[in-house]
């Protein structure tokens, strides 16, 4: 072996380069990727037995992309510009070259260039979990993956550990089924509760979205696949969602609807960011320089591609096919790659390069970025996938996330954990039956099961009332199969509908009182990609759904017997009208495959839940802030929407204008207790940092973690701010009863700030600011004071997203 290397150092030694030995060997384990050809030791990529500048893997990665670049004709950059793949769509849009690809259901492949020996890497949906085909024609193996829970789900764990272990177990189905990069984690700020994809989404909060994706992104990118952070920025509804114009301030967009990505991106280095497809201020995101490249990349630090949303940058669907006009301008503004590549775009890039108005430095910058990208995957690195992923051991993880991430939203006299075993539960409700593991469209899984809340039930030892069972599963059975019948006909993106309830005499119901012990009833929502939620018969519950709980809670009351019900939804419902009808609600979301074992593990007790509302659930729709405005104008078919409420999304208006919510951000129950003490500052003049600690003791009766959130009030003198705002949390490990542990959440400068849109900077204003440390947004349970001398301007930023109409932002004041 020490021979070989000798030989073959020595060879290397002889021509251009001079490298030592040992750097070389470094080179050679670092990459791991070498071939022997003709004795010298390199990646053979376009197969011509010779060693080319852009194939030694000892020179830096920039110097051989340099190379291959020059050895590219025009055709193969303009197609390398754009993505290809996602087939299905060809009939509709004449994407270039579609073809399905190594791993079929992917939504696309970077262009291959077979002469250069460029490979052409392989992205695929999405936030719950990979999503691609799981059966292959003449292939008698199946590639099922992990439907984990979706973002909301998850976030509301607030547990980043957690997180990152999920990261962990998705980015390796990743990796195993040979895909490059994962689209996903979305992070867009739930600005209204009807958002069809809200569910696919974090938080009404930029911290919590951007710490949970940090963490999503650490844990899947550590497999040595790439993530891509979407959709940047602003993505916040479907309706019209390739041609909304958004118009929002400059702060309102930093403060809230970048800050997430902001955190994403210096804590976790995502491979690339997907840009939306809204407008902002009358441009497409896609074409925004000042999005793109002064914030993304000089002010944040980005190092990775920019990649556009699916079409993304056109008018809409029909005028795909002739939309070349904005190509130039995307190239321009930083995104780096179009997915994926239509023959229009590419005619639109070889005359803007042959003219000039597409410069080449702007071509060479772009293709860089993007075979850096390629460069870097496990399929360049030759990794060997086994298409056999671990989903046992995944199954696991999504049981335990999906547990952490259930809020316990009502718990009347410690009903929960239920531990009286062999005697019935009545379950009612379509959706106990069928249960629903995530929402629809590019967020959906193909998982191999869902568990269902009856089985996970029966899993863990209770009895479910068989009569209603028989009942249930064939009407069921037969409303499912008509509602994905009409879907099919809708559309690839045809939205879900509710399946109806089952209708149950009043006999009937009396007759269960009386013979079980305990009623369960789901509530059941399902959304997606391509269209926003209604508010009646979705926000709003149907009248079938009303009288289902009002026939159960009137009859088992009166049998004196309790009634819990199951929230399996992926956004926020209205729960005011009837929550005091009934004993406990759990609020389990859309809680990926296991999810009748998630559900039974928290009703049983195994698990204590510990899950807290990254949102607000307002008392009734018309309380939203963005009800005003959402969707835009004109209504019948909305082009333009204003931002109005500015900062003041969630519990940022909720709390400042002391609007009362059904339940507030950051709400959730346990079945223990915890008492909050010695909040300390490190300091209570602020100098550069500050850190405040605050012991959590465990004072009930079962162990239990607590989730812990410090809202900051800052002097509010020269701009409108919040009444409170989140800038830190943390999560307790498991405490025993009687056990405490002490929690560190830090200050920064800007943390302290807001931002400015007069002086281009976010500013600390001089005064006196208030700690708060709640169990949630309005359970404060301690609060501290420290001051800040002098006003800090913390960091001077590009002036971003003028305005192309006025914005007359809501105001505190
Ligand atoms: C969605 C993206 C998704 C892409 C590829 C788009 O329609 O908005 O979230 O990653 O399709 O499937």
Not at 230 to 235: D, E, Q
Not at 254 to 266: C, M, Q, S, T
Not at 593 to 609: H, L, M, R, W
Not at 715 to 722: A, N, Q, R, S, V
């Amino acid at each position: 072996m020490k021979k070989h290397i000798k030989k073959t150092a020595a060879v290397l030694l002889s021509g251009a380069m001079v490298l030592s030995l040992s750097s070389w060997k470094s080179a050679v384990k670092a990459t791991g990727q070498n071939l022997v050809v003709d004795g010298l030791q390199f990646i053979d990529l376009n197969g011509n037995g010779k060693l080319d500048k852009y194939e030694d893997t000892r020179l830096p990665l920039a110097d051989r992309i340099v190379d291959l670049i020059s050895k590219m004709t025009d055709e193969e950059k303009a197609s390398m510009l754009m993505g290809t793949g996602m087939p299905g769509f060809d009939g509709l849009t004449p994407v270039v070259g579609a073809v399905e690809g190594r791993v079929p259901g992917a939504a696309g492949i970077t262009y291959q260039v077979d002469r250069l020996g460029i490979p052409g890497i392989i992205l695929a949906d999405g936030p719950a979990g990979l999503r691609i085909k799981p059966i292959r024609d003449n292939d008698k193996r199946t590639y099922y993956c992990t439907a984990f829970p979706v973002g909301t789900a998850l976030a509301s764990s607030w547990n980043t550990e957690l997180i990152e272990s999920v990261g962990k177990a998705m980015g390796n189905e990743v990796k195993e089924y040979g895909v490059d990069v994962l689209l996903a984690p979305a992070l867009n700020i739930q600005r209204n509760p009807l958002c069809g994809r809200n569910f696919e989404y974090y938080s009404e909060d930029p911290l919590i979205a951007g710490k949970i994706a940090a963490a999503m992104v650490n844990g899947i990118q550590s497999n040595g696949v790439g993530t891509s952070i979407k959709h940047f920025a602003a993505n916040n509804q479907e309706t019209n969602r390739l041609s909304i114009n958004e118009h929002i301030t400059e702060r309102t967009m930093r403060e809230l609807y970048l800050k997430g990505f902001e955190i994403a991106v210096k804590e976790s280095q995502p491979w690339t960011v997907m840009s939306s497809y809204n407008l902002i201020n009358g441009t497409y995101t896609s074409a925004r320089k000042d999005l793109l490249t002064d914030i993304l990349r000089d002010e944040w630090g980005f190092k990775g591609i920019v990649m556009t949303d699916w079409f993304g940058g056109y008018a809409g669907f029909n005028s795909l096919a002739n939309g070349t006009s904005n190509v130039v301008e995307q190239l321009d503004a930083g995104n780096d790659l179009l997915m994926p590549g239509l023959p229009a775009q590419k005619k639109a890039i070889l005359e803007s390069m042959k003219s000039g108005k597409l410069s080449k430095a702007v071509v060479d910058r772009n293709l860089t970025r993007i075979l850096e990208l390629v460069f870097k995957s496990p399929l360049a690195l030759k990794y060997k996938y086994t298409d056999q992923p671990d989903l046992k051991r995944n199954a696991a993880v999504t049981r335990a996330a999906a547990a952490e991430g259930m809020v316990l939203l009502k718990n009347s006299n410690n009903l929960l954990p239920y531990t009286v075993k062999g005697k019935d539960i009545a379950a009612f409700g379509v959706t106990s039956y069928d249960f629903i593991a995530g929402g629809t469209g590019s967020g959906d899984v193909n998982e191999a099961y869902t568990v269902s809340l009856i089985d996970g039930l029966t899993n863990a030892g209770y009895t479910v009332d068989q009569e209603l069972k028989t009942m249930y599963t064939p009407f069921v059975a037969k409303e499912k199969a008509a509602e994905l019948e009409s879907r099919k006909k809708r559309g690839i993106l045809a939205l879900p509908e509710r399946l109806p309830e089952l209708e149950l005499s009043k006999e009937l119901i009396d007759q269960k009182a009386a013979s079980s012990a305990l009623a369960i009833l789901t509530v059941g929502r399902n959304s997606g990609e391509g269209g926003d939620r209604n508010v009646a018969n979705d926000f709003n519950l149907a009248a079938d759904e009303v009288s289902l709980i009002d026939k159960v809670s009137a009859a088992f009351h009166a049998k004196g017997k309790k009634v819990v019900v199951i929230l399996n939804i992926g956004g926020v419902i209205e729960t005011a009208s009837w929550k005091d009808k009934v004993d406990a609600i759990l609020l389990s979301w859309q809680p990926g495959q296991e999810g009748g074992n998630s559900v039974a593990d928290i009703f049983s007790g195994k698990v204590n839940p510990s899950g807290k509302l990254t949102m607000t659930f307002p008392v009734k729709y018309e309380d939203t802030p963005s009800a005003k405005n959402w969707l835009g104008t004109p209504a019948a078919n909305p082009e333009n929407v204003t931002y109005a409420e500015g900062v003041y999304v969630g519990y940022r208006y909720f709390n400042t204008f002391k609007v009362k919510p059904s339940y507030e951000f950051g709400f959730g129950g346990s079945y223990t207790s915890f008492a909050y003490s010695d909040l300390k500052l490190s300091s209570t003049v602020f100098n550069g940092k500050l850190s405040a600690t605050v012991t959590i003791k465990n004072t009930g009766k079962v162990a239990g973690k607590e989730v812990v959130g410090l809202y900051l009030s800052a002097p509010h003198e020269k701009l409108d701010k919040p009444a409170s705002e989140l800038k830190a949390f943390a999560k307790t490990k498991l405490l025993k009863p009687g056990e405490s542990e002490t929690i560190n959440l830090t200050l920064s400068p800007k943390d302290l700030a807001s931002f400015m849109e007069s002086r281009s900077a976010w500013v600390a204003e001089a005064g006196s600011y208030t700690v708060a440390i709640g169990a949630s947004s309005l359970d404060i349970k301690k609060t501290a004071v420290f001051s800040l001398a002098k006003e800090t301007e913390v960091e001077k930023v590009h002036k971003s997203f003028a305005l192309t109409s006025p914005v007359n932002e809501l105001k505190a004041k």
